[in-house]
């Protein structure tokens, strides 16, 4: 399980490697996921993010929101996000099982960005929980990778491999959105079709947006 993976291997310092790119196209595509969430708040907000990792999305949206908490799965990348967010008072991150969220407060946000609905394996009854988390008028953002940001995006993997991050790509099993490591790691991807599926599951009012050519939102407005 991929979620396991970045429990397990992929976490903390190595975590942080990962961003630390010098593909300029990564940073732009990372850039711009945060850019539409900042366009899309006021100021009011209490957000949640799942799989915050140590902290990278929190502590760039944090000043534009009321308060940002996040959950993630482990316990090394917790404590390097509240060495990381400690400068921000209205920011915290703990440790929490995205299948299992058990936080009693609702939100006005919920973020799921940078693919975290296919690297953490979100399943149909994770999306009704997640909808249970916001208030009324809330909105949920989902995102993954467009198509057409493929090539990048191995580019992107295939540096984190030369880093150690990741196994050595399994370039023979690699193709149609879909990233095989040697070592067993498995990168998925959701399609526009999955994305209006889960849209129209929810039962709620969605939107499907691309981003810089390179990010697919799926946004669910809880009305």
Request: aromatic share 10%.
């Amino acid at each position: 399980m991929a979620g396991n993976y970045y429990n397990d291997k992929l976490n903390s310092e190595k975590l942080f490697m990962v961003y630390d790119t010098k593909i300029s196209r990564i940073k732009q595509y990372l850039k711009a996921e945060i850019d539409y969430i900042c366009s899309s708040i006021n100021g009011n907000e209490t957000i949640l993010e799942l799989g915050a990792g140590y902290g990278r999305i929190i502590k760039e949206i944090a000043p534009y929101c009321n308060s940002v908490v996040g959950i993630d799965i482990s316990e090394n990348n917790v404590v390097l996000a509240k060495e990381y967010l400690k400068i921000l008072p209205n920011a915290d991150v703990i440790k929490m099982d995205v299948h299992n969220i058990t936080v009693k407060s609702t939100f006005d946000i919920v973020l799921c960005l940078q693919n975290g609905i296919s690297s953490m394996r979100i399943t149909p009854e994770d999306i009704k929980n997640i909808m249970n988390l916001l208030n009324s008028g809330g909105h949920a953002f989902f995102s993954t990778y467009s198509s057409k940001f493929w090539d990048c995006r191995l580019e992107w993997f295939q540096e984190q491999a030369s880093k150690g991050l990741l196994g050595e790509i399994d370039m023979e099993n690699t193709g149609d959105g879909v990233i095989v490591c040697k070592d067993g790691f498995r990168a998925t991807t959701r399609s526009p079709e999955e994305f209006e599926k889960i849209g129209r599951m929810t039962g709620y009012p969605f939107k499907i947006v691309e981003v810089d050519d390179s990010s697919l939102f799926l946004v669910i407005i809880k009305e």
